[in-house]
């Protein structure tokens, strides 16, 4: 009985393990989709063509989170291919 009680616990903790480490990657994909649509809308700052200013304007409020992480991100640049290779422990 006692032993069914550690088995069922280690699966417990495996399966917790599992789900936070697919959090954690499902984040940082979400994290990197809102870069991708922030350079897209405004990617004419930086030399990208952009999409038509009509669609641009209309969409510009829902980037102002996105702007506030940008500027952030500028100010504490640090290694994105290293933070993706940390995920992946390799």
């Not at 789900?19 to 809308?41: D, G, K, M, P």
């Not at 004419?44 to 304007?57: A, C």
């Not at 969409?59 to 996105?66: F, M, Q, T």
Request: hydrophobic letters at 50%; glycine letters at 8%.
């Amino acid at each position: 009985m006692n032993l069914f009680k550690l088995f069922k616990d280690f699966l417990r903790g495996f399966c917790q393990g599992l789900r936070e480490n697919a959090v954690s990657l499902i984040e940082l994909e979400c994290a990197e989709y809102e870069n991708i649509f922030a350079l897209l809308v405004v990617g004419g700052l930086v030399g990208i063509p952009s999409p038509p200013t009509t669609l641009t304007i209309r969409i510009l409020p829902l980037l102002e989170r996105e702007m506030k992480v940008m500027s952030s991100i500028t100010l504490n640049l640090d290694d994105l291919f290293g933070r993706i290779v940390g995920y992946f422990e390799v």
